[in-house]
Every structure is written in structure tokens, then in C-alpha cells.
């Protein structure tokens, strides 16, 4: 019963973004301060992560290779693949679900149990669109964004990783990159990406939204904001996985 009772409410909260929109130029504003602080703020934990886990995918799938029954120039297209379809876009996403949502979590609940959120709503203000609405609009045109420069940074440092470890030359490893490559794979990564990033800023945005109380509390919020984004991730990566791929 308590699933049913957050999903009404968090089906509710996004209704009410919509109503008493601010003016375009105070919400365009607000949206480009979001994102700075969503992509700027991110580019290093990307970067770092989307190198090595190119590294690791390399290393992981070469070993797999040395039977000498797949030629050697398929460890790039398994590398391609993998980092496109999934660790790309799932691994950056549950990586900025900690960054991104703790921070949209905290931020919103000390909004709260300070009262700042009350008086905007006594000053005639829409907080949830003021506040809430810019932040899941930068997500959804940042986090993309991210993921299509995890996908590049991936691809390069499962390259640097092949040459370093004598597993596979740079020849053969663009070979396999170029070996039957699909464009969906692109877009379904895309699709993903502009999922989770809604999941990520709408959930989290409400967990903090919601906070009563104090300063604990508010780390209540965020834990439970991180974790239940995270669960949220992990699902429509299955659901949109089955819907777009299945047979």
C-alpha cells in the first residue's frame, strides 16, 4: 500500500508543475543554471568512469578471446556494443542517480524545513515549477548529453587499454568498431539516457519536496531519493530494454 500511496503522490507532484507556469524568461534562466550545475558539475565523474570501465570491458572480453576461434578484431565491436547498449548509459546514469539526486534531494529539503518553499507559495509562486520544473528539464537535455560522451570515452580507453596490455592492436580494434554497426544501438542509448534522466530529477525532486522535519530528515530524503532513483534506473533499463529489443 505504501507503493500506491508515493506513486499517487509523485504522480500528483508532476501535475502540479504544470500549473501557474513563471514567465519564459525567469524559467529559461533557471534552466541554464540547472544545467551548468548538472553537466559542468558531472564532467569529471563521468569522464573518469567511462574511461575505465572501457578499460575493464577490453581486458574482461579479451581474455574470453585467446581460444583463437573469434578473430581478434571482434573485441572491438564487443567492446562498441556493450558500452553503447548498456554500461554507457546505465552505469553514468546510477552514478549521477548518487550525484545528481542527492544534490536535487538536499537542496529541495533544506528548502523545505527552512521554509524558503512556504514563501514562495504565500508570495503566489508555483515552487514546484520555479524550483522542480528547470531542474528535470536540464536532466533531460544534460544527462543525453553525458552519456553520448561516456559512449566516445569508453571506446578510447577500451582502445588505450588493448594497445597498454599488448591485447589488440589500434588496426584491428577500429576494424572492429566499424564491423556491423546498427545506428539504433545510438538511439536506444539516447532513449535510455532521456528516460533516466527524467527518473533521476522528478524522483528526487520529490523526495526533497517532501521533507518534514530537520537536517536529519533532509539526509533521510536524499538517501531514500539516491536509492529509490537507483531501483527506478535499474527497472526501466529492463522495461525499455524488453520494449525496444525484444523480439
Known amino acids: 500500500m505504501k ?3 508515493h506513486f499517487g503522490n509523485y504522480t500528483m507532484f508532476l501535475l502540479g508543475l504544470f500549473k501557474r507556469p513563471e514567465r519564459f524568461k525567469v524559467f529559461s534562466k533557471q534552466t541554464l543554471h540547472e544545467m551548468s550545475s548538472i553537466g559542468v ?6 569522464s573518469l568512469i567511462s574511461v575505465f570501465t572501457g578499460a575493464v570491458s577490453t581486458i574482461q572480453i579479451g581474455v574470453q578471446l585467446v581460444s583463437g576461434l573469434v578473430p581478434d578484431y571482434m573485441l572491438g565491436t564487443f567492446v562498441r556494443d556493450s558500452n553503447i547498449y548498456e554500461f554507457s548509459p546505465t552505469i553514468t546514469c546510477l552514478v549521477l542517480a ?3 539526486g542527492s544534490s ?3 537542496e529541495m529539503g533544506t528548502m523545505k524545513v527552512t521554509e524558503q518553499i512556504d514563501a514562495l507559495e504565500i508570495m503566489g509562486i508555483n515552487s514546484a515549477n520555479y524550483l522542480v520544473l528547470p531542474k528535470i528539464l536540464a536532466g533531460v537535455l544534460t544527462i543525453p548529453l553525458l552519456v553520448v560522451y561516456a559512449m566516445v570515452l569508453s571506446i578510447i580507453g577500451g582502445a588505450i ?3 597498454m596490455g599488448d591485447i589488440i592492436s589500434v588496426d584491428e580494434y577500429v576494424r572492429g568498431l566499424r564491423v556491423d ?3 539504433f544501438s545510438v538511439w536506444f542509448a539516447l532513449i535510455k539516457a532521456t528516460t533516466f534522466a527524467f527518473l533521476i530529477t522528478s524522483i528526487s525532486a520529490y523526495h526533497g519536496y517532501r521533507t518534514e522535519g530537520g537536517a536529519l530528515e533532509v539526509g533521510r530524503s536524499s538517501t531514500m531519493a539516491v536509492v529509490y532513483s537507483a531501483v527506478a534506473v535499474i527497472i526501466f533499463d529492463y522495461i525499455l530494454s524488453d520494449i525496444l529489443l525484444g523480439a
Open 3 to 5: 507503493f500506491f500511496e
Open 41 to 46: 558539475g558531472s564532467f569529471g565523474i563521468v
Open 98 to 100: 548518487g550525484k545528481v
Open 104 to 106: 536535487i534531494a538536499s
Open 161 to 163: 587499454s588493448g594497445v
Open 181 to 183: 554497426f546498427v545506428p
